[in-house]
């Protein structure tokens, strides 16, 4: 089994919990919730399985720079930054637009962390990745070893986190007696969902379970239309499992929805008084960029409660912050992320 370099930074495994109280909120649907949330590096959150092996790669490349793209409110070069600082590793980072009179609590991060911030001077968020290689090729010429980074680290190595999350849930499935589950997250670039269809179409552990599970996967989209990233999603699952053996013991479904509601980090009112009672009944902290986005859509399906639901909660404490911090609703939100 081929084992990708990566260095240990999470406090893995995350926690598995029963929610009825979230479920109440929703509908009356008892939930379980897979606690992402609770990382364990500097505010958590989802990208820290990312970076885990992102920066294993960069360094066994022998990098010493990291060139990241991301938003002003970008939760993954937030901590990207802070976990670079920590190996020793420079850091660049390219955001769309010009810098804001007033940053984000994630830019305000990556800044404190240390990260250089380049802004494109443009509103299109493609001119990120552009910017983003012709700085790192600068650097390459000026003798430095720079390591590219797209936004959200959705890249085949960055998957790699989340199909080894799959095994880790696997486990905690088994161990709560389900056999059958609906699993809910949030999907922005997508490299988090294609990791974890990897990890329940491939083979990723030495000692995979070989006892049957029934897995229902849906991605919430909340920033691009879903029919424009189903595509690179599956094809990034297939990549990050290639050479791999196929699992037999997964029968597993997945779909991408949309999400978008009132647009990528816009929200309307039913989004922040959903947010509000979900916080105020539950104590999870949610962000109205993704997992609000992603609880919409949960509440207004009304699964059906015969088959358990997972939630998979992602993180997003420094978009909850800026929220609380914002003005009087209804304002115009914040800036674009991935
Ligand atoms: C809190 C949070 N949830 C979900 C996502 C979406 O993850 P992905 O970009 O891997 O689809 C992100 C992306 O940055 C995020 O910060």
Known sequence: MITPPHVSLAALPTPFQHRPDLGAVLGG???????????????????????????????????????LCGGPTSNFTALMAYACAARGLSVFQVS???????KPVALAAGEAAGAVLHFTGSSDRSTMEEVAAALADRLRAEGRHPYLVPRGGATVVGALGYAHAASEVRCQLRQCGIHAVTIVMPVG????????LSGFLFAFEEDEEALPLDVDLIGVSVSRPADELRAAIEAKAQACGAGRARLTSVDCRW???????AGFNHYDADDAALVDAIMRRSGLLIDT???????RWLRDQ?????????????????????????????????????
């Open 96 to 102: 769309y637009g010009n810098e804001p009179e007033v």
């Open 289 to 295: 960029t993704y997992n609000g986005k992603a609880l």
């Open 29 to 67: 649907k008892a939930i379980w919730v897979k606690r992402d949330d609770l990382t364990g590096y500097s505010w958590g959150g989802n990208k820290i399985r990312t970076i885990e092996y992102l920066i294993g790669d960069a360094e066994a490349q022998g990098c010493d720079t990291v060139v």
């Open 302 to 338: 009304r699964l059906s409660a015969a088959r358990p639901i997972l939630y998979w909660h992602t993180g997003g404490a420094l978009a909850v912050a800026d929220w609380l911090a914002r003005p009087a609703f209804p304002s115009t939100p914040h800036l674009e992320t991935t």
């Open 255 to 261: 779909r991408l929805v949309d999400g978008r509601g």
């Open 189 to 196: 670039s997508g490299g988090s969902i294609a990791g974890l």
